[in-house]
């Protein structure tokens, strides 16, 4: 079973700070890495897609792949209250050839 | 608009009852793929489909099945519901490209909250 894992929370961190989040794969030959963002109830949508491994940048959103050590994060600068929501890892290709997602962390932004 | 739509959005059944949730997406995506997303879980996959005709199990197909018969369909079918299939399902689309669907965004219709009792 090829696995994502993510720190399930939940992350706290002030508004204006910095959000690290998170995500180990198991699949080696994984090709494709994705950042979902999810508000409660609501469906999951694309944040970052990243497919090389050094840094990718999104206006307040960074995603970081390192495939030597099949880790994936999100980094989140100048976190808002509106940032509060699960974020779900996913990564794409490898043996399975499908995505598999993460469980996703839920992260809160305190005022 | 492009978009993914699901219906119905709530639904309340009970044990063996069919039913079928819809899907359709007007982006002209060959992959679609149902999810069910159960709390501490994450996502897990059903059922996908590449292309009309062309459907093959996920990591949780037991107890569901699929058809797509056209391209902007791809319905989730539950012949006899039991409780433990209660859960919120989402269909989602993507393009493929060569290095195969996985590597394109897939986009997420709103979501079915089933519940069955």
């Known amino acids: 079973q090829k696995e994502v894992e993510q720190n399930s929370g939940p992350l706290s961190v002030p508004e204006g700070a910095i959000a690290s989040l998170n995500c180990t794969y198991s699949?080696?030959?994984?090709?494709?890495f994705f950042w979902y963002r999810q508000y409660s109830g609501k469906s999951p949508e694309l944040i970052m897609s990243?497919?090389?491994?050094g840094d990718k940048e999104d206006g307040r959103f960074t995603a970081q792949l390192n495939k030597a050590s099949q880790y994936v994060s999100l980094l989140i600068r100048d976190s808002q209250p509106s940032d509060s929501a699960t974020y779900l890892c996913a990564a794409g290709g490898g043996s399975a050839r499908q995505l598999t997602f993460g469980s996703g962390t839920q992260l809160t932004v305190l005022p | 608009e492009a978009q993914v739509t699901q219906n119905p959005r709530y639904l309340i059944t009970v044990t063996g009852k069919k039913l079928t949730v819809t899907c359709s997406q007007n982006m002209n995506h060959e992959y679609m793929s149902w999810y069910r997303q159960d709390p501490g879980l994450g996502l897990r996959q059903i059922y996908y489909s590449m292309n009309v005709e062309v459907t093959d199990k996920g990591d949780v197909p037991e107890g569901y099945k699929v058809s797509r018969k056209e391209k902007r369909n791809f319905p989730l079918i539950l012949e006899s519901p039991s409780p433990n299939q209660t859960s919120l399902y989402f269909c989602?689309?993507?393009?493929?490209?060569?290095?195969?669907?996985?590597?394109?965004?897939?986009?997420f219709g709103p979501g079915t909250r089933l519940t069955v009792l």
């Open positions: 990243i497919y090389s491994n």
């Open positions: 989602a689309s993507s393009l493929q490209s060569p290095r195969g669907a996985f590597y394109n965004e897939q986009f």
């Open positions: 699949d080696r030959g994984s090709q494709s």
